[in-house]
């Protein structure tokens, strides 16, 4: 098992170690690299040596992840005393990894992100036309992605025979803390717009909370353009025309899935960067695999990973460093020197393998793109300093009800008088559903129902319910040989229902 840092260890490392305020100590910023699997070794040193050309202040530590720490025994790919590093540096610049096959294996990135508190996801997604191919010049969208919670927690159960469930967790300190640093990112970095996507029409409560919380925190910035779209038809906006969208915030699924459609349809995922940041530290990545079949071969396109480093100089206080090799690219690209990945004959010049791609550009450092924009980071070297969530008044609960969820293949009838012997003069019976479907009272023959069901109790008018009551409540229905599998109580909070009030309540 591995050994994670607790949050007054992170608290306290964040006190003591080197920031990124700070003037650049002798030796210079301290980071923590891992080469990775694959292709990641041949990236991360190609990466490496252009930042160093380019005059990077880096104090470097290098720790091993991936295959050979599974192999050791450390399910999520990262052995304990590599989190000493972590620690220590708060800037992790990680290549690809290869997570192994089958179950008991943890993914490594979601591990860090979460142990780290790494909860905003930056992922910038450019078209370079006409030197990458791409069916949308002028493509120019930065995806923010929620990075801890949704159904990222990984929080799932098989219930019965049928049915599997996932829960969708959604905290409005997650909500306020990334849709407040997308806005802050468009005020530094000169963006007009904010957009967020949710399914709110269907998930109230869980993608309702986003949005709401959007709204507010859109109404602080007067400056900035905020706006929403239900994430179905905006990700086909987005596919079809992206140049309506500037900065988007997401929840972290519809995140996670459209920035890698977004990074395609700028022109290819194997260039695309990634940032994950958080109070405590902040992890620079390529968003693509390890792609193990063109390991050792000189042939992978370092690009994204590179792309990340320009993140990271910037994030740590270089922001020098990040325009003048962020330049360079530019100009290799442009120049048409290209990894086979993007070469088209029609415009590259000369296809080349990851090492001659990384000279190309080291040769074009303190030049600037002729055609493409100028990268600038002209924030006088302050780094990016992530907001974090106010604090708010409690609300008033009360205990109305309870959902008891039930194992059964009986018919419903059937089941509902068992589940009525519970009732008493405080509480009712009110609904059975079936995968969210009312089936009692009232149900139609048509609906396809599962061994599942969701039985709700409502407090009587005039009457209130309590904890007592669902202890009491659930002795009977055990006395019932009712196969309860889990219960949910049904709050209200300042008077609004907490709860998805379903079909005929």
Known sequence: MNKMPSS???SKTAEDAPTADAANPVGGIPITIARGDGIGPEIMDASLR??????ARLAIEEINIGEQVYDGGFS???????????QRTKVFFKAPITTPQGGGFKSLNVTVRKTLGLYANIRPCVAYDPYVATKHPGMDVVIVRENEEDLY????????????????LVSRPGCERIIRYAFEYARQHNRE?????????????TDGLFHKVFDEVAAEYPGILGEHWIVDIGAAKLADQPAQFD???????????????????????????????GAHGAMFEAIHGSAPRRAGQNMANPSGLLLAGVMMMDHIGQPDVAEVTHNAWLRAIEDGVHTYDVFDSSVSRSEVGTTEFADAVIERLGEKPKRLSLASYDREGKPFKPPSAGPRRPAKKELVGIDVFVYSTEPVDELAGKMKTAV???FDLAMITNRGVKVWPDGLPQTVCTDHWRCRYMARAGKQFNRALVVELL?????????FIKTEHLMTFDGAPGYSLGQGQ
């Open 8 to 10: 007054a260890e992170l």
């Open 50 to 55: 252009i930042l160093e050309a380019a005059g």
């Open 76 to 86: 999520s790919g990262i052995a304990p005393d590599s989190w000493d590093s972590l």
């Open 153 to 168: 927690a990984g929080i799932e159960h098989r219930q019965t025979e049928e049915v599997y469930q996932c829960l969708k």
């Open 193 to 205: 717009k904010v957009t967020c996507f949710t399914k709110d029409n269907i998930m109230k409560l």
């Open 247 to 277: 900065v988007i915030v997401m929840p972290n699924l519809y995140g996670d899935i459209l920035s890698d459609v977004a990074a395609q349809i700028a022109g290819s995922v194997g260039l695309a960067p990634s940032a994950n940041i």
């Open 424 to 426: 008493n003069d405080t």
């Open 475 to 483: 002795a009977k229905l055990n006395q019932q040989g009712v196969e």
